[in-house]
């Protein structure tokens, strides 16, 4: 199974249930998958406020293992919104509520939908 987009409490999120194919060798999902799980999450989220962006810098801190099997969605939200950086964060959980990892990351606006890419 790969990353699906869905709607989850009115939210767009990320979803994901790893298997073999997204984990390290116990069999958890490896950091990098639920790194860029994040990566992505926050950046879809500086795109619904029209900017285009690259991630300048991203922390994660991972609190409890996801193991292949376990279903997790990500929870991103803009915690800044500037003209030239946005700064957000985003959780991901399972699907009991426990939260497996948090990430802060800074983007930079390299520009805004509509304009005329260089």
Do not use: W
């Not at 790893?18 to 116990?26: C, E």
């Amino acid at each position: 199974m790969q990353v699906e987009v869905v709607e989850r409490d009115g939210e767009i999120c990320l979803e994901l249930c790893p298997d073999s194919r997204h984990a390290n060798l116990y069999s958890m999902a490896h950091g990098g998958v639920l790194t860029t799980m994040a990566d992505t999450a926050m950046g879809a989220k500086c795109l619904e406020l029209g900017k285009r962006v690259v991630t300048v810098s991203l922390t994660i801190n991972f609190m409890h293992a996801v193991m292949t099997g376990t279903r997790i969605h990500t929870e991103a939200c803009v915690l800044h919104d500037g003209r030239k950086t946005l700064v957000c964060e985003c959780r991901l959980v399972d699907d009991s509520g426990k939260l497996c990892a948090k990430a802060d990351a800074t983007f930079f606006v390299i520009g805004l939908f509509g304009e005329e890419q260089p």
